[in-house]
């Protein structure tokens, strides 16, 4: 996750996001929450599938089947969905919005 204006709480947020005296959601400050996993990407070239859940203030991000992230007390509950890339040039297919009523295992 990046918290960027919104923030995002996680378990082991210290081991995450590090010290908690950096933590903030502007420039300069400690924004990022690091994954639960490494290695759930694809090879370069491959196609990955992601799937993201939002219910009230919690998301789930998964990987090619792997939970990457949990995140809940999330400031931001409802708002504009956004897709995009930092530094590369990025391609998406098959862009789905299903409502749900509660997060998945």
Same mark, same amino acid.
């Given at each position: 996750?990046?918290?960027? &204006?919104? #923030?995002? $709480? /996680? =378990?082991?947020?210290?081991?995450?996001?590090?010290?908690?005296? #950096?933590?903030?959601?502007?420039? +300069? %400050? @400690?924004?990022?929450? @690091?994954?639960?996993?490494?290695?759930?990407?694809? =090879?370069? +070239?491959?196609? #990955?599938?992601?799937?993201?859940?939002? /219910?009230?203030?919690?998301?789930?991000?998964? &990987? #090619?089947?792997?939970?990457? !992230?949990?995140?809940?007390?999330?400031? $931001?509950?409802?708002?504009?969905? @956004?897709?995009? $890339?930092?530094?590369?040039? /990025?391609?998406?297919? %098959?862009?789905?919005?299903?409502?749900? !009523?509660?997060? +998945?295992?």
């Amino acid at each position: 996750f990046w918290c960027i &204006v919104e #923030n995002i $709480a /996680v =378990p082991d947020m210290v081991k995450r996001r590090g010290p908690e005296k #950096n933590w903030g959601i502007v420039e +300069g %400050k @400690a924004r990022r929450i @690091a994954n639960l996993t490494d290695d759930s990407e694809k =090879p370069v +070239g491959e196609w #990955n599938s992601m799937r993201i859940e939002c /219910v009230g203030d919690e998301v789930k991000v998964w &990987v #090619n089947g792997d939970l990457v !992230n949990h995140g809940f007390d999330c400031t $931001a509950k409802k708002g504009k969905l @956004a897709i995009q $890339a930092e530094g590369s040039e /990025v391609e998406f297919r %098959k862009f789905e919005l299903t409502p749900i !009523n509660l997060l +998945g295992e």
